[in-house]
């Protein structure tokens, strides 16, 4: 061989080498099948028959060090595998470059178009037979990498022992490795263009992750799973259209319970199948929503820093744990919504900044790419690659883990280029504007292909701004999500109820403000996460008064939110009036609940939850302006009603919220149809530690015309304390 033969054994030997397939492996010289291995800790190597198990060839060290070769006198490919020895040890093993790609070239046409929507599939690592052999297939996507390799345990961490195999032009690199599978650890190596060898990086389709803050990738079989909930999965649409009632209970699986006896540890994702799943099937709530499950590095970021988007995080179980507590929901007749982070991604070295030496899915330019507030790279959402990675993402946890719906987090900073950031620190789009024209096609095609690709799902946008049409459909100038947080309401009215009541009344609009647009989308009004941080304390915390004053300013709250057109989101602790700001390093104060006050909150969201299911009209048109009529708006007491219709035949309900801690009694209130309105909930009644007044159990019409109305009923409105009245229609 002479000495340009030789050059590329010296590459390899030296890590420089980025076509290790043309060199490695069997090939034919003259006839025979050659064999050249690489194995720098191997004092001498054979090749043994895999099928019989028969001495091949013992290859002769090279003069490149680790470099085996030799002929082995077949002329025909064939199966084998490799024999080592070093000192007094001797194993044996597969050799990875004996065998062919995985991918084809469908695959490879759809990667570089920026179509293929299961991606997922193709790329990460996937346990799978190939050949006749067991082993995981790795693909990555690095287009400007002059190297990329696998490593991990099994091969030393070092890079120069499994350089990948590099797959057309699509930019994407593979190799299958025999014996590895479930469990086994490994991250890629990369050298940039000029050959700098970069960070080692988690897989950016890696099903799992190590405990932080160790940080790299785990092998994860997805087909070892048997799912449960075929009987869910079929009936779900139904559940989750704008006519039906919806009541989300929000979740950070780290702090919602902790057992203080075993190291103040989370629950587990099992342990959460049995208790949290109850506890939300009793409170009524019909979904529960979890604060991003995707891997992230950092505890403090509560999973809005995500790193591995295809990993359910390490810290509460396994994947196929994770799993189980989706079947737990389904069985429980509970819906699941996770959030989910499109808008940015961390700068940890081992992540996806730079990640082949290049600005690969965040933007070049820090006008376009780096976010100010979060200290976060931002997608290249122009990228035809990046969006492909994202919408696969949101396609793959409702595919392979029977996710009911996306929460987006953060959707105006991804809707305005200028968003949190002064002049000459934003690049106008093509036209000169604000808007960024990538993303809101991203979005688009985001909720239009998820829509089309999985039956009953929805999307749900946290946006917080005026942007026209976010839950309307994409076909019709929308972003095509299912509903919209409605961010407007939640600081109008938090604004409104921690006034003192004797002000309340300068603050009156604040309640009737919300009305003027509440139509415009399929809202869900939240009282989230967001709601309970940064020094903003407690929703209780935003009660005037002292005591039993400010728990009835709470339950008179909660009631006016549940009679208020549309869907419902209650961040926990709430639910029972937690005294103090949400910290994620702690259990929710469950302790709480042994005071009758914080007993008698929880008993009324329970309450709420089933009155909402139960009732049509405070449903069916929650998202339709002829839902709801204004029947009193009263500034001087602080009085508001208001009726809730459902479709046709639907017996109305009647609401009423009297904001002052004044009992008024006699009050009128006009009402559209004759017969006995029961009251369905009191918020002052003595089951939520309230004073017990009320109107015994219902009021029949009157024929008095008021507001109006043809009839009116004559009320006692118990002090700070929301009221609801069904229509019982008069027996023919």
Known sequence: MNAAGHRPFQQISEGSFDDPFSVLGLHETGGNQSLTVFHPDADEV??????????????????????????????????????????????????AYRFGPVLGELDEYLIGEGSHLRLWEKLGAHVMEHEGTRGTHFAVWAPNARRVSLVGNFNSWDGRRNVMRRCGGTGVWEIFMPDLGEGDVYKFELTDAGGTLLPEKADPFGFGAEHPPKTASVVRDLNRYTWQDDRWMSARGEKQRIDQPISIYEVHLGSWRRIPEDGNRSLSYLEHARELVAYAQDMGFTHIELLPVSEHPFDGSWGYQPIGLFAPTIRYGTLDEFRAFV???????????????????PEDEHGLGRFDGTPLYEHADPKEGWHPDWRTYIYNYGRTEVQNFLIANALYWMREHHVDGLRVDAVASMLYRDYSREDGEWVPNEYGGRENLEAIDFLKRANTLVYADMDGVMTVAEESTAFTGVSAPADAGGLGFGYKWNMGWMNDTLSYIKEDPIHRKYHHNKIEFGLHYAFSENFVLPLSH?????????????????????????????????????????????????????????????????????????????DLNRLYAQTPALHELDCKAEGFQWMESNADDSV????????????????????????RTGRRIGVPQRGKWVERVNTDAEAYSGSGAGNLGGVAADEVAWSGQPFSLCLTLPPLCTLFFECEAPAS
């Open 46 to 95: 054979e090749a043994i028959d895999a099928a019989t198990g028969a001495r091949v060839a013992v290859l002769s060290s090279h003069e490149a060090p680790g470099i085996f070769h030799a002929v082995t006198g077949r002329a025909e490919r064939f199966a084998y595998r490799l024999r080592f020895k070093r000192g007094g040890d001797t194993w044996e093993a597969d050799d």
């Open 530 to 606: 967001d709601e309970v941080v940064h020094g903003k304390g407690s929703i209780l915390d935003r009660m005037p008064g002292d005591g039993p004053d400010k728990f009835a300013n709470l339950r008179a709250y909660y009631g006016f939110m549940w009679g208020h057109p549309g869907k419902k989101l209650l961040f926990m602790g709430s639910e029972f009036g937690q005294g103090w700001e949400w910290n994620h390093n702690e259990s929710l104060g469950w302790h709480l609940l042994e005071n009758d006050l914080h007993k008698g909150v929880q008993n009324l969201v329970r």
């Open 640 to 663: 508001f009603a208001w009726i809730r219709r459902g479709k046709p035949g639907t017996p109305p309900v009647l609401v009423v919220s009297n904001f002052t801690p004044v009992m």
């Open 327 to 345: 079947d737990a929901c389904h069985e429980a007749g509970l819906g699941l919504l996770i959030d989910w982070v499109p808008g940015h991604f």
